[in-house]
């Protein structure tokens, strides 16, 4: 057996690796929560600063060890096995999370999550948006990405935001409106056809403000409703949020929409966002 660094303490390590002689091949072992781990959550601060939760199946499992290669950690977030670490306020603790609060825009309890809404603020700055949500009857969404690429977590996941608005009939993108869907949506009128969409359940319909996370990305919108493009550094923080709630929450990258696509907003909002 070749000597190999391992891991200092053992209820922190992150899983138990097997290795090769030559230590270049190691892989996760396979395992079966017992009862007793199974009720504990386990939390481990990673190498590269992010607190994790681990899901039980693999706390059996933890014992000194190699740290994964950073290829390895990303098929583990991946897979969800390695979750973000939210607290019991319902804010993730990471590095990568600025937690700036803002209770104003809470409304109601957010019992499940079940996708996510990518929205343009319309201003220039974060800074408008981050004042902005200090007013009476200010509405924004749980996170905000600011033009630098910074994260601001402004509500719990725990809360409801009110970000979406009134839904689309998903039956109308996906062609399958059924003849009673087809006699609503005859006569326009966007709250019977919001109605009509929360009588039912995701995927029948989008993710509403009941049972979705909101996502703002910081972004001017001309006199016209055409939004400003946006940039690397916003798409690539968008991209490792969404990576990370979707596997820590088990939201299928099917449920993730631009805002315009759900409710009837101005179409180039959040068109240049990529995840």
Known sequence: MCCCPAIGNPTVAVAWWSISSRCTTPRLLSGTPSKKSAAVPVVTRLADGTSRQIRPWLI???????LPTPKQLATLIGRGDLMLHVDSQGYILNDRVRRTP????EHGVLSRINGIIVHQTGGASGASSLSSYTLQNANGAHFLIDKDGTIYQVASLRRQTWHVGKLRARCVAEHRCNATELATLSHFSPTAEHHMEMAKQV?????????????EIVGAATPQGVYE????????????????ITSTFGIPMTEIFRHPVVSRKMPSEAQSASW
């Open 203 to 215: 995927p029948q319909r989008y993710p509403s403000n009941e049972d979705s996370v909101g996502i």
């Open 229 to 244: 493009t946006v940039n690397a550094q916003q798409n690539a923080s968008l991209q490792w949020l969404i990576t990370e």
């Open 60 to 66: 059996d499992a933890l014992s000194v060890g190699l």
């Open 102 to 105: 803002r209770p104003l825009i």
